[in-house]
Nanobody, 120 residues
């Protein structure tokens, strides 16, 4: 019914930049929030950045000033621009969205995850 498809992960050197994209598709009526989470081996999944429907954003302290989240509402797509990458940013990044379907049901949806590896 609803799918989130991520792209843009890969291998990058420390100090480099990368942009992640996540497109939501399916029987969507509205999207309340879209964001990015990450999970490194042995760690819990953590919030990286989120953008709410009104446009407000929130970031994890560890990425403030380096990452920028943005959203194209016409495409149901969220982006995460990551600059000044550090080895500790290495993780699987998951797209998340809180979506109201055409049937009026609101729920949380996740992408399949995309690996980011930052080499030192």
């Amino acid at each position: 019914q609803v799918q989130l498809v991520e792209s843009g992960g890969g291998l990058v050197q420390a100090g480099g930049s990368l942009r992640l994209s996540c497109a939501a598709s399916g029987r969507i009526d509205s999207i309340n929030a879209m964001g990015w989470y990450r999970q490194a081996p042995g760690n819990q999944r953590e919030l990286v950045a989120i953008v709410i429907s009104g446009g407000s954003t929130n970031y994890a302290d560890s990425v403030k000033g380096r990452f920028t989240i943005s959203r194209d509402t016409s495409k149901n797509t969220v982006y995460l621009q990551m600059n000044s990458l550090k080895p500790e940013d290495t993780a699987v990044y998951y797209c998340h969205a809180n979506i109201r379907t055409e049937w009026g049901i609101r729920g949380d949806y996740w992408g399949q995850g995309t690996q980011l590896t930052v080499s030192s």
